[in-house]
């Protein structure tokens, strides 16, 4: 006789026709993830039902000030009477889906997570919201909005996405933006020597893309413009391509500095009670913005939950800025951004709440489960989103009190034909 050992009866990790000691398994598989969609998470705080494939919505146009100097008793002349300087805004809605499928035999046995389908729900949907979140953050053809149903866009890396209808993402529908251009190499292959920045114009009906090309040294871009055709040169600047246009550029990349957020803010909010108060930055930079952000005014400078990224800060427009990071827009070609927002402009528009496709039936011994979603961006007022670009962690340092050339921090300043 013999003392039994695990070398008689196995360790778990044997062939299985000799290795029988029953295997520990915890049912309780961690599914945590990082909660990291803070764009979506606003426009949901204040969602709304939509009725159809292109929700609109009102956007008033205030006249710039006029000189008054009426005369006594003068009478009232119709001519004088005010025009409805007002358009209507609009993005279309996006279907995103996931699909989950387990056979009857995966679903009877045990194993790790416990019944794969359930698994997978809470799993592919988080993953699911991380989709709605990269087109919500995205600057390039994909985050620009498209109402056909077999459009072909090309992102930034230069790979083809073929989908059916798109939503304008919230760079799209920025109404400020802040380059720091530089003398570079040409953009596209358009042979302007030292292009520097160029406004692409999705056409929604073809999704092709129309563009503007600026020699070095002219005028950076033109805010939510249109151009007629593909590869058309002539942009009509009168904001109603808000959602149809991104921007691709050569151009120096800096450390970010307050002196630059302080003057794209300063230019968004010019004419608007806009109060931009919200910060969203890639994960990349979030060390980068909580060590250069002036640690005399900040408050709850760290917070052990989220690292060592400021969660609020005492800015110097009279109310407090809060950062948010999202590491997702590093993975969408979105890392040398920041956004300066108001959330209390974003909405999500819902035409289809998250559920499941009930039409879709378990297929003999297998099932099959699709939730859809389907809604939009609405971005009420653009002028309360603004996009420092060209921020990096190895640009160069900006000097105390610099900012950047005038001519390109520009703010949106025509809509339907009336500039303000």
């Given at each position: 006789?013999?003392?039994?050992?695990?070398?008689?009866?196995?360790?778990?990790?044997?062939?299985?026709?000799t290795?029988i000691?029953?295997?520990?398994?915890?049912?309780?598989?961690?599914?945590?993830?990082?909660?990291d969609?803070?764009?979506?998470?606003?426009?949901m705080?204040?969602?709304?039902?939509?009725?159809?494939?292109?929700?609109?919505?009102?956007?008033?146009?205030?006249?710039?000030?006029?000189?008054?100097?009426?005369?006594?008793?003068?009478?009232?002349?119709?001519?004088?009477?005010?025009?409805n300087?007002?358009?209507?805004?609009?993005?279309?809605?996006?279907?995103?889906?996931?699909?989950?499928?387990?056979?009857?035999t995966?679903?009877?046995?045990?194993?790790?997570?416990?019944?794969?389908?359930?698994?997978q729900?809470?799993?592919?949907?988080?993953?699911?919201?991380?989709?709605?979140?990269?087109?919500?953050?995205?600057?390039?053809?994909?985050?620009?909005k498209?109402?056909?149903?077999?459009?072909?866009?090309?992102?930034n890396p230069?790979?083809?996405?073929?989908?059916?209808?798109?939503?304008?993402s919230?760079?799209?529908?920025?109404a400020?933006?802040?380059?720091?251009?530089g003398?570079?190499?040409?953009?596209?292959?358009?042979?302007?020597?030292?292009s520097?920045?160029?406004?692409n114009?999705?056409?929604?009906a073809?999704?092709?893309?129309?563009?503007q090309?600026?020699?070095?040294?002219?005028?950076?871009y033109?805010?939510?413009?249109?151009?007629?055709?593909?590869?058309?040169?002539?942009?009509t600047?009168?904001?109603t391509?808000?959602?149809?246009?991104?921007?691709?550029?050569?151009?120096?990349?800096?450390?970010f500095a307050?002196?630059?957020?302080?003057q794209?803010?300063?230019?968004?909010?010019q004419?608007?009670?806009?109060?931009?108060?919200?910060?969203?930055?890639?994960?990349?930079?979030?060390?980068?913005?909580s060590?250069?952000?002036p640690t005399s005014?900040?408050?709850?400078?760290?917070?052990?939950e989220?690292?060592?990224?400021?969660?609020?800060?005492?800015?110097?427009?009279?109310?407090?800025?809060?950062?948010?990071?999202?590491?997702?827009?590093?993975?969408?070609?979105?890392?040398?951004?920041?956004?300066?927002?108001?959330?209390?402009?974003?909405q999500?528009?819902?035409?289809?709440?998250?559920?499941?496709?009930?039409?879709v039936?378990?297929?003999?011994?297998?099932?099959?489960?699709?939730f859809?979603?389907?809604?939009?961006?609405?971005?009420?007022?653009?002028?309360?989103?603004?996009?420092l670009?060209?921020?990096?962690?190895?640009?160069?340092?900006?000097?105390?009190?610099?900012?950047?050339?005038?001519v390109?921090?520009?703010?949106?300043?025509?809509w339907?034909?009336?500039?303000?």
């Amino acid at each position: 006789m013999a003392t039994i050992t695990t070398s008689a009866i196995g360790n778990g990790t044997g062939s299985y026709r000799t290795d029988i000691v029953v295997k520990d398994l915890d049912l309780d598989v961690s599914n945590r993830v990082k909660d990291d969609t803070p764009v979506l998470n606003m426009c949901m705080a204040k969602k709304r039902k939509v009725v159809s494939t292109l929700p609109l919505w009102t956007n008033d146009v205030y006249r710039l000030p006029a000189s008054q100097a009426n005369q006594e008793g003068a009478a009232v002349d119709a001519a004088n009477a005010e025009s409805n300087t007002r358009a209507n805004m609009g993005n279309y809605t996006q279907i995103f889906s996931t699909v989950i499928g387990a056979t009857g035999t995966a679903r009877a046995v045990e194993q790790s997570g416990g019944d794969p389908q359930a698994y997978q729900e809470v799993k592919q949907l988080i993953e699911l919201m991380f989709d709605v979140e990269a087109q919500l953050v995205r600057n390039d053809q994909v985050g620009t909005k498209y109402s056909g149903q077999a459009g072909i866009a090309i992102t930034n890396p230069g790979t083809e996405i073929t989908g059916g209808r798109r939503m304008g993402s919230l760079n799209a529908f920025a109404a400020t933006h802040s380059f720091n251009a530089g003398v570079g190499a040409d953009i596209g292959n358009l042979a302007v020597a030292g292009s520097q920045i160029r406004t692409n114009f999705n056409l929604e009906a073809s999704d092709t893309v129309g563009y503007q090309q600026f020699a070095s040294g002219a005028f950076a871009y033109i805010i939510g413009g249109t151009a007629s055709a593909s590869g058309n040169t002539t942009v009509t600047n009168n904001g109603t391509g808000l959602g149809s246009s991104y921007y691709t550029y050569t151009a120096a990349l800096q450390q970010f500095a307050p002196s630059v957020y302080k003057q794209l803010v300063t230019t968004a909010e010019q004419r608007f009670n806009a109060k931009i108060r919200t910060v969203v930055c890639p994960t990349s930079l979030r060390t980068h913005l909580s060590d250069t952000f002036p640690t005399s005014r900040s408050i709850n400078r760290v917070n052990a939950e989220r690292g060592d990224t400021i969660a609020t800060y005492e800015g110097d427009f009279t109310y407090t800025y809060e950062i948010f990071d999202s590491w997702i827009m590093d993975q969408v070609g979105a890392s040398n951004q920041i956004y300066f927002l108001n959330e209390e402009v974003l909405q999500w528009g819902s035409l289809r709440d998250l559920g499941p496709n009930n039409e879709v039936f378990s297929n003999a011994d297998a099932s099959l489960d699709q939730f859809i979603m389907e809604g939009t961006l609405i971005v009420r007022n653009a002028a309360g989103v603004g996009v420092l670009h060209d921020i990096s962690l190895s640009g160069s340092a900006v000097a105390a009190g610099a900012v950047r050339p005038s001519v390109y921090v520009q703010r949106l300043n025509a809509w339907d034909a009336t500039t303000f």
